[in-house]
């Protein structure tokens, strides 16, 4: 079989920024070839076109192009046109494409197309409380009412979007994947008292809650220190810097024992996750967080949010723990209940891990991608 992803963004040094999608997606398509299935990316939004292999990955660059006019509908058709081509000349069976802004609507393309839902910008807009705009929207509900089959990352994701947009669709669930043998559990001892948040410094991931929270931690526990990693973004009703928001927030004594870091490599990521006690992760809009499974793959106990997609991922006071953003002292008496007892911290660790294992191992969300991907196909070719 021969998958394309189609795809904004993907951890690649020729390519663009990349987020949580590039990272599933790459997982995805890593764990795809060691199966012996073909792969190739369609990276749309580059800055140069370029074609090349690596990896048994056939990586196809497009660059960005301008119009004068109507560049939202002349750059999908260019796009569309070099699917089909390629479609034609490397005998794609299945175009995958994400729910992001729907980049396939209006386009006519001559293989079946899956969407996988990791989260649009209608869903984020909801659980951020935002107003969306019309033209992302549309674009959006008619990628989702006129590709071929559609899979979520969560059931979460899945039941609301299906909500918001007024779709009546059947949509597969199948989760990311994390390879296991990249998020291998810390053998040396972590740095006492350290608690650590990694992602972008952005207020729907309850950065902002998590400044009272740990002013909750500092009152109780004065040596309790908090690591920040991730990229400071403008905060989008404020307009200004979030970690700057952040710092506003904190009361004196816990400004002192807050480290912010900034954005660094993934190997160095790693390193910070081994040497944490507690990693926290409030997010208020997540589909299903990379960062999650990254955490509890390496063994950490984990305090997260307990909105919708965290009930598919943790198991409440067994693989860490769930709690409301909101509700500060309860997060706060968590943080400290870990970090004052080690063993409890290494159990759930430990228990984070072989729910890693058992539901999100790449290798084994694999199998269920290839054979929903035969489904798709199968009833494609029937009909």
Not at 63 to 77: D, E, H, L, M, V
Not at 125 to 145: I, M, S, T, V, Y
Not at 283 to 293: N, Q
């Amino acid at each position: 079989m021969h998958v394309a992803f189609l795809t904004p963004e993907y951890p690649h040094q020729l390519c663009n920024a990349s987020g949580g999608l590039g990272t599933s997606i790459k997982n995805l398509a890593e764990s795809l070839v060691r199966k012996g299935e073909e792969v190739s990316l369609i990276i749309y939004g580059q800055k140069e076109e370029s074609n090349f292999e690596e990896s048994g990955i056939h990586f196809y660059l497009i660059k960005q192009k301008s119009y004068f006019w109507g560049g939202w509908f002349f750059y999908r058709k260019y796009i569309q046109r070099f699917i089909n081509k390629l479609i034609s000349d490397k005998n794609i069976q299945i175009i995958e494409a994400p729910d992001w802004t729907g980049i396939t609507a209006l386009m006519n393309i001559s293989c079946p197309v899956v969407i996988r839902m990791n989260g649009s910008d209608a869903y984020f807009c909801e659980l951020d409380g935002r107003q969306q705009k019309p033209k992302n929207r549309f674009f959006e509900k008619k990628a989702l009412k006129s590709a071929d089959s559609l899979v979520s990352v969560s059931a979460f994701t899945a039941r609301k979007t299906n909500e918001i947009l007024g779709l009546k669709r059947h949509i597969k669930i199948i989760p990311n994947s994390i390879r296991i043998d990249e998020f291998g559990p810390s053998v040396e001892k972590p740095v006492p008292n350290r608690i650590l948040y990694f992602g972008t410094l952005i207020r729907k991931k309850g950065v902002l809650e998590l400044a009272h929270i740990f002013n909750h931690v500092n009152s109780v526990l004065p040596d309790a220190e908090l690591i920040l990693i991730g990229k400071d973004v403008p905060d989008i009703f404020e307009k200004r810097s979030t970690l700057e928001i952040f710092q506003e927030k904190l009361i004196e004594n816990a400004k002192q024992k807050v480290k912010y870091i900034g954005a660094v490599s993934y190997d160095e990521v790693k390193t910070y996750i081994k040497e944490a006690v507690v990693v926290v992760l409030p997010s208020f809009a997540e589909a299903l967080p990379m960062t999650w499974l990254e955490a509890m793959a390496m063994e950490k106990a984990l305090v997260t949010s307990n909105i919708g997609w965290a009930k598919e991922v943790m198991i409440d006071g067994k693989t860490g723990f769930t709690v409301s953003p909101e509700n500060h002292q309860l997060y706060a008496e968590r943080i400290i209940e870990l970090l004052g007892n080690p063993d409890l911290s290494k159990e759930m660790g430990a228990n984070a891990r072989i729910k890693v294992l058992d539901d999100f191992s790449s290798d084994v969300v694999a199998e269920r991608n290839i054979a929903y991907y035969n489904s798709v196909l199968d009833k494609y070719l029937n009909n």
